[in-house]
């Protein structure tokens, strides 16, 4: 049976969701981000990107493209409310699909032809979100995910595209081999240096020339300019690891406020541990001094996920990393090796007590939030404040403005 996949994505996601709030912000350029000098942009309205502005610019750049731009922080907990909004939709009328981003949905529809037509379906699914949303979507319909995805980008804004089986090659040819999902700026640059600027140029080289010039992932991009992509509709991610990391606005070099925000991070990852029943049996610190340098170690550890053995560990790789004495620009950590499991009780060190203080503090977490009950050490930082538990299968909620 022929595969049919609909990509869907919900157009420029966090400044739709702003226009859902404000009114008065439809059809005025607009930026969402970090509003500091060194903030970046998650979202761009349609209206800036004529001034060359896209995500993932520095905003001081966008500002300078667009003066006249409106410049809103945002808030993940609000798109996180109105992505599970759309996902409550999809999970409705659809019997299997795959979140791959806060904004991004794959569905398989194969097999809806012989009952319904999967175009049609894909296409009431559409003005349904659109009309209990009041948010903008475009979807691709194609044999495959990155046909279907390509063909969404291509449909936008707000609108709609399918590639009939065996068009694949034929629709993607006169594009360029930017939109190639896979390619990004680096490897655009590499294949301009070659001469090549559409993916037609792509369908004609052998695969093997591909490889010769960038090793495996030439043969993946090779596969997909040619329209190929076995990839499954995976309906559920469990996660390998999680992590957090702050850019600070100004670079410091305060050894008792990194400490603490370490200190804030590592709480705060170890709740959300405990909260998804997992455990960590390898711990990472990272560091980004003033000159861009950046430095990581890790440690193994017995699986665990409670605080006084976390920290103590964190501290200690912190110790031994921070060693350049040069004002630091980013810090971040990272709990790798997850399984799941509860806490385990040791018999030489652990009381009843402090075992009743982490399911108190936890319970309070859980009623009132992430940031209610936090250490003194870490009151001078802010903690990561999720919204929703990282272990529920859905990818994180992703912005710009994570700094401290």
Same mark, same amino acid.
């Given at each position: 049976?022929?595969?049919?996949?609909?990509?869907?994505?919900?157009? #420029?996601?966090?400044?739709?969701?702003?226009?859902?709030?404000?009114? =008065?912000?439809?059809?005025?350029?607009?930026?969402?981000?970090?509003?500091?000098?060194?903030?970046?942009?998650?979202?761009?309205?349609?209206? /800036?990107?004529?001034?060359?502005?896209?995500?993932?610019?520095?905003?001081?750049?966008?500002?300078?493209?667009?003066?006249?731009?409106?410049?809103?922080?945002?808030?993940?907990? $609000?798109?996180?409310?109105?992505?599970?909004?759309?996902?409550?939709?999809?999970? =409705?009328?659809?019997?299997?699909? =795959?979140?791959?981003?806060?904004?991004?949905?794959?569905?398989?529809?194969?097999?809806?032809?012989?009952?319904?037509?999967?175009?049609?379906?894909?296409?009431?699914?559409?003005?349904?979100?659109?009309?209990?949303?009041?948010?903008?979507?475009?979807?691709?319909?194609?044999?495959?995910?990155?046909?279907?995805?390509?063909? +969404?980008?291509?449909?936008?804004?707000?609108?709609?595209?399918?590639?009939?089986?065996?068009?694949?090659?034929?629709?993607?040819?006169?594009?360029?081999?930017?939109?190639?999902?896979?390619?990004?700026?680096? +490897?655009?640059?590499?294949?301009?240096?070659?001469?090549?600027?559409?993916?037609?140029?792509?369908?004609?080289?052998?695969?093997?020339?591909?490889?010769?010039?960038?090793?495996?992932?030439?043969?993946?991009?090779?596969?997909?300019?040619?329209?190929?992509?076995?990839?499954?509709?995976?309906?559920?991610?469990?996660?390998?690891?999680?992590?957090?990391?702050? #850019?600070?606005?100004?670079?410091?070099?305060?050894?008792?406020?990194?400490?603490?925000?370490?200190?804030?991070?590592?709480?705060?990852?170890?709740?959300?541990?405990?909260?998804? =029943?997992?455990? /960590?049996?390898?711990?990472?610190?990272?560091?980004?001094?003033?000159?861009?340098? /950046?430095?990581?170690?890790?440690?193994?550890?017995?699986?665990?996920?409670?605080?006084?053995?976390?920290?103590?560990?964190?501290?200690?790789?912190?110790? $031994?990393?921070?060693?350049?004495?040069?004002?630091?620009?980013?810090?971040?950590?990272?709990?790798?090796?997850?399984?799941?499991?509860?806490?385990?009780?040791?018999?030489?060190?652990?009381?009843?007590? $402090?075992?009743?203080?982490?399911?108190?503090?936890? $319970?309070?977490?859980?009623?009132?939030?992430?940031?209610?009950?936090?250490?003194?050490?870490?009151?001078?930082?802010?903690?990561?404040?999720?919204?929703?538990?990282?272990?529920?299968?859905?990818?994180?909620?992703?912005?710009?403005?994570?700094?401290?």
């Amino acid at each position: 049976m022929t595969k049919t996949i609909l990509h869907i994505d919900l157009d #420029t996601f966090y400044v739709s969701v702003e226009r859902l709030l404000d009114r =008065e912000l439809q059809n005025k350029p607009l930026l969402v981000g970090g509003t500091g000098d060194r903030g970046v942009v998650a979202a761009c309205s349609y209206e /800036t990107r004529g001034f060359g502005v896209h995500s993932g610019m520095p905003m001081r750049m966008a500002k300078e493209l667009c003066p006249e731009a409106i410049v809103i922080r945002g808030n993940a907990g $609000t798109y996180s409310k109105h992505s599970d909004m759309v996902t409550e939709i999809i999970k =409705e009328h659809v019997p299997l699909f =795959e979140k791959s981003s806060i904004d991004e949905f794959y569905a398989d529809l194969t097999g809806m032809d012989r009952f319904f037509g999967s175009y049609k379906y894909a296409t009431e699914l559409r003005h349904k979100i659109i009309e209990e949303t009041g948010l903008p979507i475009s979807f691709g319909l194609s044999v495959n995910k990155v046909v279907s995805k390509v063909a +969404t980008n291509e449909a936008k804004p707000n609108n709609q595209l399918k590639v009939d089986q065996g068009l694949e090659k034929i629709f993607l040819a006169p594009l360029s081999i930017k939109k190639i999902p896979m390619v990004g700026d680096k +490897t655009y640059q590499t294949l301009r240096n070659l001469g090549l600027r559409q993916v037609r140029t792509v369908q004609e080289m052998p695969m093997d020339v591909m490889q010769r010039v960038l090793g495996k992932n030439g043969g993946v991009i090779w596969k997909r300019a040619n329209g190929m992509d076995n990839t499954p509709v995976i309906p559920f991610c469990d996660r390998k690891s999680i992590s957090v990391e702050r #850019t600070f606005d100004r670079d410091t070099i305060d050894v008792v406020k990194l400490k603490g925000i370490l200190i804030a991070m590592t709480e705060n990852l170890a709740y959300q541990l405990r909260r998804g =029943e997992k455990l /960590t049996a390898c711990i990472a610190v990272k560091i980004r001094y003033s000159d861009f340098n /950046t430095y990581s170690k890790q440690l193994r550890i017995p699986y665990t996920s409670a605080d006084h053995i976390l920290i103590p560990k964190i501290l200690e790789l912190f110790k $031994t990393l921070y060693n350049r004495r040069l004002l630091v620009r980013l810090v971040g950590i990272r709990f790798s090796h997850l399984v799941s499991g509860n806490y385990q009780i040791n018999l030489f060190e652990d009381t009843e007590e $402090t075992l009743n203080l982490y399911n108190a503090m936890d $319970t309070i977490r859980n009623r009132y939030g992430d940031k209610s009950v936090i250490r003194a050490s870490a009151m001078g930082s802010r903690t990561i404040g999720r919204m929703h538990n990282p272990f529920n299968g859905q990818p994180p909620v992703v912005l710009a403005h994570r700094k401290q």
